[in-house]
């Protein structure tokens, strides 16, 4: 188990770093401290062949591109200060109102034009195979209220899994919720994630409106289409809803403690991806907003449904929902957040 540093490009004169992490089963984790962002996942397929299951780029260059940022699909960043929508980009905390950046129709999306994912964050290694990124987000960043010391682990370990520890302290009330935007395809992008078998171990859901910001209603999705309790075929799924997914399991998890929530298998390349979280939500997203213009340097295709993220977190708009579970956190306080991305060949 190991961690090598390397150059990764430069921005406004500051020279990126790209860290990989490996283990002693030939799996291979890279990640750039330009967005705390994961750009590769090299593992093994059932017959040993090592591929990668990541969407992402080999050079700084790539994140800079036309037609990714026009898409802007967020490839394996750390998305905050927080994730997903905030309805008509705005808020109301002890008694004052935030306006935040609409950069998503009317509403905030993934902490506003410059949110932590386009930030440059301090690395550090820690051991064989971690690397912690730091950064320190200001009062009214983006709008948001309170300095914040925020710090993401990565922990590669030899049980194959990729260990995401956050940690943020705010010096006001503030709301934050953080997340790994990696978009994964077992099939190492021969094909799209349609033939992947996806589960989902609740049957609930939060309901959106016709914005995509959430209303504050969970609803049940026992015997339909999109209940993945009992793992279906995510291609059939996708025809009987007549549209991808774009869905915000909830689960039951008041104490926050760190419980399996998903697994996705290919049973052509014999991987599996098991999801384990502290948070209590989680957005399995097929990537159908995701360009078929983009694709890595070496000519790795990526677009509609060729990847599919489970990003764990808060309730989506949540600032806007009345008794949404630690939604805002409290000055002095710490927000902590674990997800643990387990691979199986």
């Not at 790539?62 to 994730?83: A, I, K, L, M």
């Not at 964050?121 to 195979?129: C, P, Q, R, T, V």
């Not at 360009?291 to 295709?301: F, L, T, V």
């Not at 764990?312 to 805002?328: D, E, F």
Request: with cysteine; aromatic share 10%.
């Amino acid at each position: 188990m190991n961690t090598k540093q390397t150059n990764f490009g430069n921005l406004d004169g500051e020279e990126i770093k790209l860290y990989t992490l490996t283990n002693n089963n030939n799996i291979e984790v890279k990640i750039t401290n330009y967005g705390a962002t994961v750009t590769s996942i090299i593992v093994p397929n059932s017959k040993g062949k090592l591929e990668n299951i990541a969407c992402g780029f080999d050079t700084l260059n790539g994140y800079f591109g036309e037609d990714y940022v026009g898409n802007s699909p967020y490839f394996g960043s750390t998305v905050g200060r927080y994730c997903s929508q905030i309805k008509d980009a705005k808020f109301t905390l002890n008694g004052k109102e935030y306006q935040l950046a609409a950069n998503c129709g009317d509403n905030n999306l993934h902490g506003g034009m410059v949110g932590f994912d386009k930030r440059i964050w301090k690395a550090e290694i820690l051991g064989d195979a971690s690397i912690k990124m730091s950064l320190y987000s200001k009062d009214l960043e983006e709008g948001y209220p309170g300095n914040v010391e925020v710090s993401v682990l990565f922990t590669l370990t030899d049980n194959n899994e990729l260990k995401i520890d956050y940690s943020a302290t705010p010096d006001q009330d503030t709301p934050i919720a953080l997340t790994n935007h990696t978009y994964f395809n077992l099939d190492a992008f021969s094909g799209t994630v349609e033939n992947h078998i996806a589960k989902v171990n609740t049957n609930k859901r939060q309901a959106m409106d016709e914005t995509g910001a959430g209303t504050g209603e969970i609803v049940t999705v026992e015997g339909a289409a999109d209940d993945l309790r009992k793992g279906k075929r995510i291609g059939d799924v996708h025809q009987a809803m007549g549209d991808g997914f774009e869905h915000f399991y909830v689960f039951n998890n008041a104490d926050f403690k760190l419980q399996e929530v998903a697994q996705i298998k290919s049973e052509a390349s014999g991987r599996t991806l098991t999801v384990l979280s502290t948070e209590p939500c989680m957005l399995l997203y097929t990537g159908k907003y995701t360009s078929d213009a983009i694709k890595r340097e070496n000519g790795e295709q990526y677009g509609k449904y060729r990847g599919f993220c489970c990003e764990t977190h808060r309730y989506q708009n949540g600032p806007n929902i009345a008794n949404s579970p630690k939604t805002i956190t409290k000055a002095g306080e710490e927000f902590k957040s674990t997800t643990i991305f387990k691979f199986g060949w």
